[in-house]
C-alpha cells in the first residue's frame, strides 16, 4: 500500500511509514495544541513530495495564517507560487456576509468547483468545527458530516480535518473518518507538556501510546521513544 508522509518528524514511525492512501484523518485537540501547526507541516510534507495541496483555512484570515507559516519558520513562498493554495473563509463566501456561518454543503460545492481541472492531492481544512456551528440540530449536524466525508472519500486524495476538542457539539461517533488523532496539553507531575497519541487508524497498525512532542525550529518533533501515561 501507499503511504502518504505526514510531513512531521517522528509521526510516520508511529504508523508503519506514512498515512494509508485516500483516507480521511481527524485531528482534535484543545485550543493551542499545535493543530494548525500540524496542518501547515503536514501541507509542507507534500509539497516537498511535488504534491499539489490545499489549506482551507475557516477560522483565520489568510495573512493570519501567513503569520503562522513564518513564525513558525516554514516555507511561504510554495503558497505564492501555486504549488500549494490556501484558501480563506472570505474566498468562499466571496460577495457574502463574511459573519455568517458555513455549512459542509457549501465547502463541498466550493471544493468540487475548485478541484475540477486542479489534481489535488493534499487537503486540510482548519477547522470543521466552525462548521458545526451551522447545524441547529445533533441529528442534522451528523448527517452532514457523514455525507461530507463520504464526499471526501469519494476524491483521490489524502485528508486532514481538524477539530477543536473543547467543541462538544462534534462528537466523533457519528464521523466516518479513517483515522482519529489526538494532540494534547496537559500537566506531567507539575510539568506542561504537548502531546500526541493515535487512537485510530485503519488499514493499517499504529502505536497506541501517547507520547510527547516539542516545538522546534522546523516544527513539531515527536520522541517517539518517550511514552506518557
Ligand atoms: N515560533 C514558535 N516556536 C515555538 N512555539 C510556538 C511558536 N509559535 C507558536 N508557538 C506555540 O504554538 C501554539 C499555537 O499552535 P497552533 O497550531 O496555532 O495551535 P492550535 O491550532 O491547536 O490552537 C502557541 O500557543 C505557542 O505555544
Ligand atoms: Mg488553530
Known amino acids: 500500500m501507499k503511504r502518504i508522509n505526514s510531513g512531521i518528524k517522528g509521526m510516520d514511525k508511529m504508523m508503519e511509514g506514512g498515512f494509508p492512501e485516500g483516507t480521511v484523518n481527524l485531528l482534535k485537540g484543545p485550543a493551542g495544541s499545535a493543530k494548525t501547526l500540524f496542518g501547515l507541516q503536514f501541507i509542507q510534507g507534500g509539497i516537498e513530495n511535488g504534491e499539489k495541496c490545499l489549506f482551507l483555512s475557516l477560522e483565520e484570515s489568510r495573512e493570519n495564517v501567513r503569520r503562522a507559516v513564518e513564525s513558525f519558520s516554514l516555507d511561504w513562498t510554495p503558497y505564492e507560487s501555486g504549488q500549494a493554495y490556501l484558501i480563506d473563509y472570505g474566498e468562499i463566501r466571496r460577495g457574502d456576509f463574511e459573519d455568517s456561518l458555513i455549512s459542509f454543503t457549501e465547502i463541498q460545492t466550493f471544493l468540487d468547483n475548485f478541484m475540477e481541472g486542479e489534481n489535488i492531492q493534499r487537503l486540510v481544512i482548519d477547522s470543521i468545527s ?22 471526501l472519500k469519494e476524491k483521490d486524495l489524502i ?3 481538524i477539530s477543536e476538542s473543547e467543541n462538544k457539539r462534534l462528537n466523533v461517533e457519528g464521523f ?11 500537566d506531567f507531575e507539575g510539568e506542561f507538556r504537548r502531546s500526541i497519541k493515535i487512537t485510530k487508524m485503519r488499514f493499517t497498525r499504529h502505536d497506541p501510546y501517547k507520547h510527547p512532542f516539542l516545538i522546534l525550529n522546523g516544527g513539531i518533533e515527536i520522541s517517539v521513544e518517550e511514552v506518557l501515561r
Request: glycine share 2%; aromatic share 20%.
Open 159 to 161: 485528508s486532514l480535518l
Open 130 to 151: 466552525a462548521v458545526s456551528l451551522f447545524y441547529t440540530s445533533p441529528e442534522k449536524l451528523r448527517r452532514s458530516l457523514f455525507e461530507f466525508s463520504r464526499f
Open 176 to 186: 466516518v473518518a479513517d483515522s482519529f488523532i489526538n494532540m494534547g496539553y496537559e
